[in-house]
């Protein structure tokens, strides 16, 4: 480093770069000339919210309320071509569900709207007339043809492709002529040469030097639109932006937008550009992954408050967690947080830690007196899951004891709907492949022991440790020279959950209640018949007898 820079030059770098030097640069970039923190989030409705969008519009918003600011949704709709239906509904619908809810934007109005860009045409002809009578843009009347001709040549000679600034260099009188011809033009800034340099909440001190590597940009295109640089400055600026916080990838982008603020004579807005939240494979977020959007999210079951948590904690190195098995509420979040402590490193989403963090949500429900908001989320997926509901117990004191022994087992609560759960709901439609456990009679011999040994059970006695050890007794009187004690668990554990592996037995009679093990377990001598009988391919074997699907809940496990 040192015979690169120069010794004097390394100082320098040292002393600018010292953490506390740091700090006290950001904090006078903190503070602007205007009083009142305005910040916007300027999604383009191309596609509908997904989790990098989130953590703009989020960092926004804790930026916005702890300066006791506004937050603003400005949909920047320029390019008309690329609108995707219903996704700004589905951004306002999606802030709306995390919490985030804008003071302003174009569900709510305010004095500084409209708030779709689309809407606001009008201005931006005025902003560039009042810039076509400076030097500092140009109308550029070179065709589609010509631009492609050019392309391809410079393609072809392996150069940088980038429009070759020729209408900069009109005479006036070519221009009157063009104009007079009724010629279709664009309107370009002169990129100045030289490096820009501006200083970044995150980044700190960046220059660059666009004219090397860029053409120059078009403002205004031929059919009177804008781009979106020029939108994007214009309605900063008139919508009086104080912090303007996005996305890294538009850091490049902002000497551009320099330029204009100065040919406009107008305060810039102070930049904070975050770092970008890639896939787990280092891969750009697309707004085409589904997977990734907040409403997947939410369909499965996470909560807004595990995004949150996972944005701030994973996707820019801004650590805010206090304990490790608990999410924080929006609120807490908002004190917690710093821009001064958002780093330059990347986050990458990573499903595992997204879905602990939603158990950890579910413990934080459990904790803090929302045990029935979980009870009828619970309600309504086992509606949506299973229809008619009058087969299923929905006592909540039943679903409260389900989700509580569950929650480490889970991820969310439609976890507990899944293959491996099901029968907690209804009587399991046996598939297992009773020959290869045990015979057919020996399997129906354990389970008919155990069917008289529940029967014959106190409900005081209905505890998990009791259980197993009659169970066990039972085994060691009976069976122990006919069948392998593991042989004989799993029989139950399959006539009980029709799966291999799971909780233990007495822990599985408790939660289904010793009646409605009965009844499983009566279930399964019906489908043993079946194998029997030789009619064993049957996968379902039919219900011995259910009627009564009571369950004792108040025994511990
Ligand atoms: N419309 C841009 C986007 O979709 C906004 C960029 C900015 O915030 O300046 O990301």
């Not at 383009?44 to 300066?67: C, E, I, V």
């Not at 949500?361 to 899951?385: P, T």
């Not at 006539?495 to 592996?501: D, H, Q, V």
Request: aromatic residues 12%.
């Amino acid at each position: 480093m040192s015979s690169f820079f120069g010794q004097r030059n390394v100082y320098l770098l040292r002393k600018y770069l010292h953490p506390q030097r740091c700090i006290v640069t950001r904090r006078r970039l903190l503070s602007t000339n205007r009083d009142v923190v305005r910040v916007r989030f300027g999604p383009s409705p191309t596609g509908y919210l997904h989790l990098g969008g989130l953590r703009t519009a989020f960092f926004n918003y804790l930026f916005a309320k702890q300066h006791h600011g506004s937050f603003i949704l400005r949909i920047e709709d320029t390019d008309q071509d690329r609108i995707v239906a219903d996704s700004l509904q589905n951004i306002v619908d999606m802030l709306l569900w995390t919490g985030l809810v804008p003071d302003e934007g174009p569900h709510v109005g305010g004095q500084y709207g409209p708030y779709l860009q689309s809407q606001r045409t009008e201005l931006y002809r005025e902003m560039i007339d009042k810039l076509l009578a400076t030097p500092v843009v140009y109308r550029c009347f070179c065709s589609e043809m010509r631009l492609n001709l050019l392309r391809k040549e410079q393609l072809k000679n392996r150069e940088t492709v980038k429009y070759d600034n020729r209408c900069r260099h009109l005479t006036q009188k070519e221009i009157d002529e063009k104009l007079a011809n009724g010629d279709k033009f664009t309107v370009r800034l002169k990129l100045k040469s030289g490096s820009v340099t501006f200083d970044d909440l995150v980044y700190g001190r960046r220059s660059f030097d666009l004219s090397m590597t860029e053409s120059d940009p078009i403002l205004m295109k031929s059919d009177g639109l804008p781009t979106y640089h020029f939108a994007n400055v214009v309605d900063d600026h008139h919508m009086n932006i104080t912090h303007v916080l996005r996305g890294a990838e538009w850091q490049v982008s902002t000497p551009k937008h320099l330029m204009l603020y100065e040919a406009f004579g107008w305060t810039p807005p102070v930049f904070a550009h975050l770092p970008l939240l890639l896939n787990k494979d280092n891969t750009k977020l697309s707004k085409r992954q589904n997977d990734i959007r907040i409403d997947y999210y939410r369909d499965h079951g996470y909560y807004p408050e595990t995004l949150l948590n996972f944005l701030t904690t994973f996707s820019s190195g801004f650590t805010h967690r206090t304990t490790e098995d608990t999410v924080d509420r929006l609120d807490d979040l908002t004190k917690m947080f710093s821009i001064e402590r958002v780093n330059t490193n990347h986050g990458k989403i990573e499903t595992e830690k997204l879905k602990l963090l939603n158990r950890y949500s579910i413990y934080w429900y459990l904790n803090n007196g929302y045990e029935n908001k979980l009870i009828d989320e619970l309600k309504c997926l086992l509606k949506e899951k299973f229809g008619s509901t009058n087969e299923l117990n929905l006592d909540e004191n039943y679903l409260l004891f389900l989700i509580s022994w569950s929650k480490e087992r889970i991820f969310t609560l439609k976890d507990l709907l899944s293959e491996e759960f099901l029968y907690l709901w209804k009587v399991p439609d046996f598939s297992w492949n009773v020959n290869q456990v045990a015979t057919a009679e020996e399997c129906a011999k354990v389970l008919e022991t155990v069917i008289y040994l529940l029967e014959n059970l106190n409900e005081n006695d209905c505890n998990a440790k009791y259980i197993y050890e009659i169970i066990r007794n039972e085994f060691n009187d009976k069976f122990v020279n006919v069948i392998k004690f593991k042989k004989f668990m799993k029989i139950l554990r399959l006539s009980l959950t029709n799966i291999e592996a799971g909780s233990p037995i007495g822990e599985t009679v408790v939660l289904l209640g010793r009646n409605r093990s009965i009844d499983y377990l009566k279930s399964a001598i019906s489908y043993i018949n079946t194998y029997r009988s030789g009619t064993s391919t049957a996968s379902q074997g039919p219900n011995y007898s259910n009627n009564d699907t009571n369950i004792s809940i108040n025994n511990k496990i």
